[in-house]
């Protein structure tokens, strides 16, 4: 009867303790969460990369006060957790009313200068200064972001010590607490993994799906034989897919590129194999190849195996220069390998751009190697962004270098593109890292909105890869190791399109990268992940050695691409905001 009574008391008193914990839900903030939270969202609003909406601004900063505070929350756990003397006792009220009013003061004056701070990387990308950006959206924006991360974290918390007080019952206590957590963890991953992430992807590959099987009722395959997707092709219109079609079909015809080039020229040619032509990446490159021989391709003076992007898009501001360039006498293949926009593909389906990107190259350069070489076009490579990565992985130099191809243009490098990451680690001292010098510059070169280090008089080796990219474009230049390291790019001398009033701060910083990733393809042309075209004149020039333009002709060509390209962007802006 005691030994009921016993437990009976034990079960009554681990549920007041439950109702306890689920009191303490709305408790008040901790002072040191507080503090730090504050200091992390006034740092937050500092200038980044990217120029920032209020309400974007108003995300990250509460991402940011939630992150400080998380860390200033674990700071006081710890500091309890090892008993060390100064940690006991109540905060008098007086010290919590004076660190409670630094930092709203500290808030505010943050808040107040937020717009600034954004106007001064508005003006490094040319950007007329926003005025009457009202600080209120950011604070609001801010505490909504806050709000919903703390009630997070506080009903994780709840869950973890019902879970930990459950299991203490038999178990000992600080057993009982690991395993607690553990166990909420768990739960988290199992059912983000498992339930919610698998119906988003199967929803969002559904959606991507059938928006590039989508064939606008106005748009009809072309009839030139010539043409992929046409009726003699070996491709039909309908499996190119959405991007696919717009790429084939966008070609310059030869009056046009006669106009610009000012002397007779031809219609370069466009081969592209949709997902949905080949059940395997193997089929589709050898369908491909087949269709490149069909057109053409291997008697013109230049091919490009292009890598596209995740969803197959194919950027025209990197393609239409080199066909101009060559007064159209050159031909393109390219090969899709998802339906998924980059940032998924490279998450979801890594390997998926890698294989296809191999599978292309290796198609072509086996029959590429098969002609005679003074009877053979130039070969090159490209990618921009992910493209650029599984590009420069399906280049085995191993495999190349008894007869190599003559150059590649990678552009937009993500950070996760291995051969670029070690190049720029072993850049010749003293050149910065968002324009890095490799050695004698035979063999590779980087560029961006101003050209190379490297003289354009310089010698090359028997193959010539450049590197575009932009020191504004977090998508490259983004490393996790930054979180607790100031990045070397932030060094001086920093890149042009960097904000001077930009600083490093533990953990924001990153964050802010973060951000500015998905606001990168969001940047005036020129700048962030938006390349443009007269960039790519002169690095196509640099890789295929083109010299016989005059400089007026070469102004003028790459003036015009760019009209052209920020009238595209335009449209494409209204279009989308329609």
């Not at 001064?120 to 600080?135: H, I, Y």
């Not at 009982?176 to 199992?190: D, E, F, K, N």
């Not at 590009?391 to 085995?396: D, T």
Request: hydrophobic share 45%; with cysteine.
């Amino acid at each position: 009867m005691r030994e009921a009574n016993i437990h009976g008391a034990a079960i009554e008193g681990e549920r007041h303790r439950h109702l306890a914990a689920l009191a303490r839900l709305p408790a008040p903030l901790s002072p040191v969460g507080v503090v730090v939270g504050s200091l992390f969202l006034v740092a937050s609003l500092t200038p980044s990369l990217i120029p920032r909406t209020p309400a974007m601004q108003g995300v990250l900063a509460g991402a940011g006060f939630a992150t400080g505070y998380a860390i200033g929350v674990f700071a006081r756990w710890l500091w309890e957790y090892l008993e060390i003397p100064p940690a006991r006792g109540r905060t008098p009220r007086h010290v919590l009313r004076t660190s409670h009013a630094l930092c709203a003061l500290a808030v505010l004056w943050a808040l107040w200068r937020a717009p600034h701070w954004q106007n001064q990387v508005r003006a490094v990308f040319g950007l007329a200064p926003e005025e009457g950006v009202d600080s209120i959206i950011v604070a609001l924006a801010a505490a909504l972001a806050f709000g919903v991360l703390l009630g997070a974290a506080r009903v994780f918390g709840f869950l973890a010590a019902w879970f930990s007080r459950s299991l203490g019952m038999v178990l000992p206590r600080r057993m009982a607490g690991v395993l607690g957590v553990s166990a909420v963890l768990a739960l988290v991953i199992v059912l983000s993994n498992n339930v919610v992430l698998r119906i988003a992807l199967q929803v969002i590959d559904s959606s991507f799906r059938q928006a590039d099987a989508l064939i606008p009722p106005d748009t009809a395959p072309s009839q030139e034989a010539y043409r992929t997707g046409s009726p003699q092709s070996l491709i039909a219109w309908e499996n190119l897919g959405r991007m696919g079609r717009r790429f084939v079909s966008s070609a310059p015809d030869a009056a046009d590129v006669a106009t610009l080039a000012g002397e007779p020229a031809q219609t370069p040619l466009r081969v592209y194999a949709g997902l949905p032509s080949a059940n395997s990446a193997t089929e589709r490159a050898q369908l491909a190849l087949a269709e490149l021989r069909r057109v053409g391709g291997f008697s013109r003076s230049a091919l490009i195996v292009i890598t596209p992007t995740g969803t197959g898009w194919v950027d025209p501001a990197a393609i239409e220069p080199v066909e101009y360039l060559y007064r159209g006498d050159i031909a393109s293949v390219a090969m899709q390998y998802s339906y998924l926009s980059s940032p998924l593909s490279l998450m979801i389906e890594p390997e998926y751009g890698e294989e296809s990107s191999q599978a292309l190259f290796e198609a072509v350069y086996a029959y590429w190697r098969t002609l005679p070489p003074q009877a053979r076009p130039k070969l090159y490579l490209h990618g921009l962004s992910l493209g650029a990565m599984n590009s420069e992985r399906s280049l085995e130099l191993f495999d190349v270098l008894g007869d190599p191809p003559q150059g590649a243009l990678w552009s937009g490098p993500p950070f996760a593109a291995r051969q670029w990451r070690r190049l720029t680690a072993m850049r010749n001292p003293g050149s910065p890292a968002w324009r890095p010098e490799f050695r004698d510059g035979r063999f590779v070169r980087f560029m961006n909105q101003h050209g190379s280090p490297v003289p354009s008089d310089a010698p090359w080796g028997p193959m010539r890869v450049v590197y575009l990219q932009y020191a504004s474009d977090a998508i490259t230049f983004f490393d996790h190791r930054d979180l607790f390291r100031t990045p070397d790019w932030l060094y001086p001398v920093r890149g042009p399109d960097v904000a001077p009033q930009m600083r490093w701060y533990p953990v924001v910083s990153t964050m802010q990268l973060v951000l500015d990733m998905t606001l990168a393809d969001e940047t005036p042309m020129g700048f962030g992940h938006v390349y443009a075209p007269s960039h790519y004149v002169a690095a196509w020039r640099e890789v295929a050695g083109i010299d016989d333009w005059s400089p007026r002709d070469l102004t003028r060509l790459a003036r015009v691409l760019d009209e052209r390209r920020a009238a595209e962007l335009a449209r494409d802006e209204d279009e989308g905001g329609g």
